[in-house]
T-cell receptor
Framework: DQQVKQNSPSLSVQEGRISILNCDYT??????FLWYKKYPAEGPTFLIS?????DKNEDGRFTVFLNKSAKHLSLHIVPSQPGDSAVYFC????????????FGTGTKLQVIP | NAGVTQTPKFQVLKTGQSMTLQCAQD?????MSWYRQDPGMGLRLIHY???????DQGEVPNGYNVSRSTTEDFPLRLLSAAPSQTSVYFC?????????????FGPGTRLTVL
């Protein structure tokens, strides 16, 4: 039972345009959400997070939006750069305990120069 | 700081063999964890530790043992490897294991069990 779903395995975007990566979750107990970026042969790297008390969090070119009623979050990258080409994992956890993070299956983003 | 280091990078085992995947961090983090990543699936938590001497099971603990004798090291043991354990294994650490703590991941160990 995949509690965190990324339905798009891959996405191609032109350099300079917006990249939108989507994520859905089924467990209503999740209240802390994260995005990780992963390059080949490396471990995931934390990118940005959002608590369920917010609906938006921004960090430079990266913005995460949370729609709790739809159990949906998205990551926007503006403008997209070739160095953003990587696999992006959405992840979620239930706050108040230790980090027991549930990851999505990942979306491979290719930014075309 | 080296961050989180894992050895070996690659390993091939035969069914029934045992081995230990090593993980070390030099950031004085209390919380460490092991994940496995399989094709078409996200990273899944195997075991975690909230400090030296304290470990607990994650989502997929069967077939794996862990111990935490020091703050720095968190080895993962496969006592009798099975083909189903073919995967990429990632170790991670964070300061206290709170949700708002950043998790730092190692580069991974690619394990193949024949």
């Amino acid at each position: 039972d995949q509690q965190v779903k990324q339905n798009s395995p891959s996405l191609s975007v032109q350099e300079g345009r917006i990249s939108i990566l989507n994520c859905d979750y089924t467990n209503s107990m999740f209240d802390y959400f994260l995005w990780y970026k992963k390059y080949p042969a490396e471990g995931p790297t934390f990118l940005i997070s959002i608590s369920s008390i917010k609906d938006k969090n921004e960090d430079g070119r990266f913005t995460v939006f949370l729609n709790k009623s739809a159990k949906h979050l998205s990551l926007h990258i503006v403008p997209s750069q070739p160095g953003d080409s990587a696999v992006y994992f959405c992840a979620a956890s239930v706050s108040g305990g230790y980090q027991k993070v549930t990851f999505g299956t990942g979306t491979k983003l290719q930014v075309i120069p | 700081n080296a961050g989180v280091t894992q050895t070996p990078k690659f390993q091939v085992l035969k069914t029934g063999q045992s081995m230990t995947l090593q993980c070390a961090q030099d950031m004085n983090h209390e919380y460490m964890s092991w994940y496995r990543q399989d094709p078409g699936m996200g990273l899944r938590l195997i075991h975690y530790s909230v400090g030296a001497g304290i470990t607990d099971q994650g989502e997929v603990p069967n077939g794996y043992n862990v111990s935490r004798s020091t703050t720095e090291d968190f080895p993962l043991r496969l006592l009798s490897a099975a083909p189903s354990q073919t995967s990429v294994y990632f170790c991670a650490s964070s300061l206290r294991g709170w949700d708002t703590d950043t998790q730092y991941f190692g580069p991974g160990t690619r394990l193949t069990v024949l």
